[in-house]
T-cell receptor, first 112, second 115 residues
Framework: GNSVTQMEGPVTLSEEAFLTINCTYTATGYPSLFWYVQYPGEGLQLLLKATKADDKGSNKGFEATYRKETTSFHLEKGSVQVSDSAVYFCALKGNYGQNFVFGPGTRLSVLP | DAGITQSPRHKVTETGTPVTLRCHQTENHRYMYWYRQDPGHGLRLIHY???????DKGEVSDGYSVSRSKTEDFLLTLESATSSQTSVYFC??????????????FGPGTRLTVL
């Protein structure tokens, strides 16, 4: 079946540091890929998505590129802020069926 | 932001009592989902709906039932709550794209404590 693997963290960075959160997936065909962010006490918010190979999703300075050859969708940001402290979830929606698969989440803490 | 509300936002109940959580959307999306989120388990799908009166089980459906009598409302019922159902419950919606669900959007969550 479909699955998502991501680094669980926690990840602790200083403000303005470069961020990478790795995400790899297993799926047949060409799934859609997503990154969600969850701030304390809130629901998951869509951060970005990509629906086909080599697509780059971007939002709020975050980027991720759909790499079919390495089955990866790593999240990056060039300069993190304290306000980026949250839990980040990688997810996929397969070509078949109706359900989504989520990774375990990666907690990011950014220190001033 | 997608128009999704959940009620109640917080609830404390006792073991053995019935509990109903409500998810309401104003987006007219076809698909609706109930998840639970627990430390160490991530997000787990309980039930989902692919249309009015059309529902199916997820990976952790035991002890839960759902109903969808209108497009905008999806109810989750714990017939007899147990302490293992203490969790944060999230509703999600997605619109149909070529007959399949597209991006999921989440509600704010309901924190349920079963004593």
């Amino acid at each position: 079946g479909n699955s998502v693997t991501q680094m669980e963290g926690p990840v602790t960075l200083s403000e303005e540091a470069f961020l990478t959160i790795n995400c790899t997936y297993t799926a047949t065909g060409y799934p859609s890929l997503f990154w969600y962010v969850q701030y304390p006490g809130e629901g998951l918010q869509l951060l970005l998505k990509a629906t086909k190979a080599d697509d780059k999703g971007s939002n709020k300075g975050f980027e991720a590129t759909y790499r079919k050859e390495t089955t990866s969708f790593h999240l990056e940001k060039g300069s993190v802020q304290v306000s980026d402290s949250a839990v980040y979830f990688c997810a996929l929606k397969g070509n078949y069926g109706q359900n989504f698969v989520f990774g375990p989440g990666t907690r990011l803490s950014v220190l001033p | 932001d997608a128009g999704i509300t959940q009620s109640p936002r917080h609830k404390v109940t006792e073991t053995g009592t019935p509990v109903t959580l409500r998810c309401h959307q104003t987006e007219n999306h076809r698909y609706m989902y109930w998840y639970r989120q627990d430390p160490g388990h991530g997000l787990r799908l309980i039930h989902y709906s692919y249309g009015v009166k059309d529902t199916d089980k997820g990976e952790v459906s035991d002890g839960y039932s759902v109903s969808r009598s209108k497009t905008e409302d999806f109810l989750l019922t714990l017939e007899s709550a147990t302490s293992s159902q203490t969790s944060v419950y999230f509703c999600a919606i997605s619109e149909s794209l070529a007959g399949s669900p597209d991006t999921q959007y989440f509600g704010p969550g309901t924190r349920l404590t079963v004593l």
